[in-house]
Structure formats: C-alpha cells, structure tokens
C-alpha cells in the first residue's frame, strides 16, 4: 500500500535543496550579451546569418508545395489511414460538402455519447484509453484488468523521483515531461523493444506515470524556484486519473464531486484527435523510424507545447486576463469588440493578431469538444461563484468567430475550439498555469500509444516526403581563393 509522504524540512534536506537550487540556477547556456570574448564571434556569425536571402515565396506555388501539408483550401494531404478516431466537420449532400456542427468518433463511438454514458460513473479517462487502444468499448471485466494494471503502474520510484523528476527544476512541465520520459528509456528492462507486447506495456506505464510526473515536477519547480514547500504525495489506489490528479496537487487532497468528473470529461475530450493533428503525426513520423517508445512520444510532447497546438490553452488564459485588465464592464459589447478588434489589429496582447481559443483546421460551425466542455464550465462556475467570468467568456465567443471572419475575408466559418474553455475550466479547479498544456498531455497520452501501436502494426515503411531543391550548384573554391 502506497503512503502519502509530506516532507517535514530537516536541516539536511534544507542542504539539499541548496545544493539543488544552486545546481538549477546556475545558466548553462547564457545569452549572447553575457558571453564575454565569444560576443563577437557569436554576432559576426549571426550577421552571416541574416545575409542569406531565403526562398522565393512564389515558388511555393509554382511547385504547388502543400505548405503546412495542406492544400490550397486548407485540407490536409491525405497520408495515411487509421480506425482510431474520426473528426467530422461536413455533411455530405447530392456530393456538395455542407458545412456541418462538428462531431468527433473514437474508435467508431460519438463522444458525446462517451461522455453521456459516463453519468454517474467515474473513470470516464480510463473507459477511454481501453477503447482507443483495444478498440472497443470495456465490459466490466474488461476494466477490472485495466485498473488494477492502472493502480500497479501509477507509481514512481523514489530514486526516479529524487534523480530524475526533481533535477534541473523549471517553470515549464512540458520540458519536464519530455525530459523525464525519455530518461525512463534508461529504467526499462527492454526499450528499444518495438513488439506490440512489449509497446503495449510501455504506453501503460507511461498513461500511468505521466500525472505523477507533471505533478511532482510542478511540485518541485514550486520548491526549489519558489521557495515554497515540497509535497510529494502518492496517488490512491481505486481513485480514478482525474480524481488523483486533484488529490495528488491540492495541499488538503480535497476535491468534489463535480471537480474529479469535470476534470474526467476535460481528460476524454481531450484524449485523441486523429493521426493528422501536429503531435499525432509526429508519433507515426518518429514511430515509422523504428525508434523506442520513449523517443517517440517525448517528441510529441514537444510538438503539444507549442502555441499553435496545445500550447493554445495559456494563450487563451493570458488573453482573457489581459482583456479583464482593460475592458471595465465584461457585459459591454461594445467595449469587448473594440478591444477585440485591437487583438486582431496586431495592436494589444501580444500583437500576433490571433483571437486564441478561435478557428480550427478542421471543424467549420462548431467543435465539439467545446460545446461539451462549455456545459461543464457552466456548472463548474455557478458551483464556484464565477458566473460573471463565465459570461464574459459567452460574449467574447459571441463576437470574435464573425470578427475574424469579416476581417480576415474567410469564407470559412470560425468557430470556437476545445482550448476557448479549457483553460478557464483548470483554473476553476485550481490547476495552476504551468500544468494546462501538461494535462492536455496527460489527456493524449493513449491517443499517441494507440497510433504508434496502429502504426507499428500496419505500416512498415519510414515517412518520407519530398523536399524540392531550389538553390543553385556551384563550384567547390579552394579555401585560399575564397
Ligand atoms: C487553430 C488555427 C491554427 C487553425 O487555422 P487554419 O484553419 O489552419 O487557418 P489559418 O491559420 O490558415 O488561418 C486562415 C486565416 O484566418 C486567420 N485566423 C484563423 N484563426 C484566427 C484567430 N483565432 N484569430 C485571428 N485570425 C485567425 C489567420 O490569421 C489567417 O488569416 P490570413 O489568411 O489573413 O493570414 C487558427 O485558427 C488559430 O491560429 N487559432 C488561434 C490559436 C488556437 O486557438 N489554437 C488552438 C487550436 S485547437
């Protein structure tokens, strides 16, 4: 039986930590202006740098190259086949694609209805993962097997924890992830393995140990950069992912009811998304290599963190918290689309020009994910007293789709994505800010495995598009007569 451990602070551990914290704070690679004699060296280089011209962009029509593996319309280029999950965003009439509510399929099964049979019942995440990966719908029986690998996987050692997850400390758990799960290749017994068998079980251990390690990473981050004290408690055995995630984060290890459920629709919404997606097509990318597991999946993680991907979920976060800032009444329509027109003019926020939580690659009226979650944040914020907030979010969602639309001259219809709410659901259950994206990632895990899987067992050639040349040969000159 696993223990909660809290850490009373003795004078050693105190030595400890100091030895960490100088260990972490010292900057390995410092920036250009602190690198003394090197400095000019460094910018005649980034000169150089700068010289080269870069690519004619009408080339990239010329040679019609699906830039982004898009065609000119937007849709993805056709590279591959999969059963695990279906995104639909059109109805098919008389052979005319109609723009459509979108609705989103794992393993055959409409996840609003995933979602509807999880009234009343707990391990929803779990339910899921059993099905992307076995590729139907668990009995009873079923689960029991699935749960008690569950419970006997979500454990970390304490060497894992002290020499791995609790090293180099920062703010950003994504890094973390990727750093942590590709030092597990060096703790497995067969890693470069790529059998089914053997791929199966590593893609439970890693479904199951991830929270433990974006938690306890978090945890030590908050310690060692924070000051603030270290809480290392273990999972319970029969909780579900979602219910152990808040028990393992909250200094009480109190969570209701609607909490734990909230946080296991977020974590099933969230859990695949199709092989096209950014860190989907990187598994099958780095899986059709024939790598290890850990590889594969730490560059995934590394895709999920940026911006354009899962790396939204902040983005939306910090949008939101600059326009309270600076528009006064949230019910002032008039106000919020001035404001929001000043996002999309490049001259507030960070001046990309983005609405985040808006548009998709795929879905045109509607995601479903976002429609699903939005109910829950509903709940969540009349259980907590943040209705105000959520309205604020209804009426940026009413504006900013026709906005960007209008503005940017897009037939396509805008509609909000599964991140607009995602973001103000974990800040509701006091997730903090660095464990948004971590989640998500935590979330996709079993979406990754069951494509590596699907890949490993379907395919067996490398991934190997066409980059077309467009420099220039020339001829080699002696090193005197440059
Ligand atoms: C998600 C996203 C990348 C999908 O984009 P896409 O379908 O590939 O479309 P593009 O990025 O090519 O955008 C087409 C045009 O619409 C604009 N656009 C799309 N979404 C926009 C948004 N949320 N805010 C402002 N402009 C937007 C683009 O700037 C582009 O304009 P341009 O042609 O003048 O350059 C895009 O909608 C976006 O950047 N959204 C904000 C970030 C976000 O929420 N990401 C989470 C995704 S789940």
């Not at 009234?119 to 079923?142: N, Q």
């Not at 304490?158 to 597990?184: E, P, W």
């Amino acid at each position: 039986m696993l223990e909660a451990k809290e850490h009373s602070r003795s004078a050693e551990d105190r030595e400890h930590d100091q030895m960490f914290d100088e260990e972490s704070l010292e900057i390995e690679l410092p920036g250009i202006e602190d690198m003394g004699e090197v400095r000019k060296d460094i910018e005649f280089l980034e000169k150089e740098l700068m010289k080269t011209v870069g690519i004619d962009q009408n080339l990239y029509l010329e040679y019609d190259v699906k830039r982004g593996l898009r065609d000119s319309a937007g849709k993805g280029v056709l590279t591959g086949l999969t059963e695990i999950s279906d995104v639909v965003a059109f109805d098919l009439q008389n052979g005319y694609k109609i723009p459509a509510d979108g609705s989103l399929y794992y393993q055959g099964v409409n996840v609003k209805d995933i979602v509807k049979g999880m009234e009343g019942r707990k391990f929803g995440f779990e339910e899921t993962s059993y099905l992307l990966m076995f590729g139907h719908l668990p009995s009873e029986k079923d689960m029991k097997h699935y749960l008690k690998v569950a419970d006997e996987l979500q454990e970390l050692s304490n060497r894992f924890i002290r020499d791995v997850v609790m090293k180099a400390s920062n703010g950003n758990i994504m890094n973390a992830l990727q750093r942590c799960v590709l030092t597990l290749y060096t703790y497995d017994v067969a890693p470069d393995d790529i059998t089914p068998a053997n791929v199966l079980r590593q893609s439970l251990e890693l479904i199951n140990k991830l929270p433990l390690i974006a938690v306890y990473a978090y945890n030590s981050y908050c310690h060692f950069r924070r000051n603030e004290t270290l809480m290392i408690r273990n999972p319970e055995p029969g909780r579900s992912m979602a219910e152990n995630i808040l028990y393992m984060l909250r200094p009480d290890g109190h969570f209701t009811e609607l909490e734990a459920r909230v946080l296991d629709i977020a974590l099933i919404l969230h859990a695949e998304h199709g092989g096209g997606n950014n860190s989907t097509f990187t598994t099958h990318v780095v899986t059709s290599s024939g790598t290890d597991t850990y590889s594969s999946i730490a560059a995934s993680i590394g895709s999920l963190k940026g911006p354009r991907h899962g790396g939204a979920n902040i983005k939306v976060q910090n949008m939101f918290k600059d326009i309270k800032e600076h528009v006064k009444d949230w019910n002032d329509k008039d106000a919020l689309s001035s404001y929001l027109s000043d996002i999309l003019d490049k001259k507030t926020f960070d001046r990309a020009g983005l609405i985040y939580g808006m548009g998709h690659a795929v879905y045109s009226l509607s995601d479903p994910r976002e429609v699903i979650l939005k109910e829950y944040a509903r709940s969540l914020a009349e259980e907590k007293g943040m209705t105000d907030e959520f309205a604020l979010y209804e009426n940026v969602e009413a504006i900013a789709g026709e906005m960007i639309m209008e503005r940017r001259r897009l037939n396509k219809n805008v509609c909000p994505n599964v991140d607009f709410y995602s973001g103000f659901v974990y800040s509701m259950l006091d997730i903090p800010e660095e464990l948004f994206t971590p989640i998500f990632a935590i979330a996709r895990m079993p979406g990754w495995c069951a494509h590596r899987l699907e890949e490993l067992m379907n395919t067996s050639k490398i991934i190997r598009p066409a980059y077309k040349y467009v420099g220039h040969h020339i001829d080699y000159i002696p090193v005197d007569k440059r």
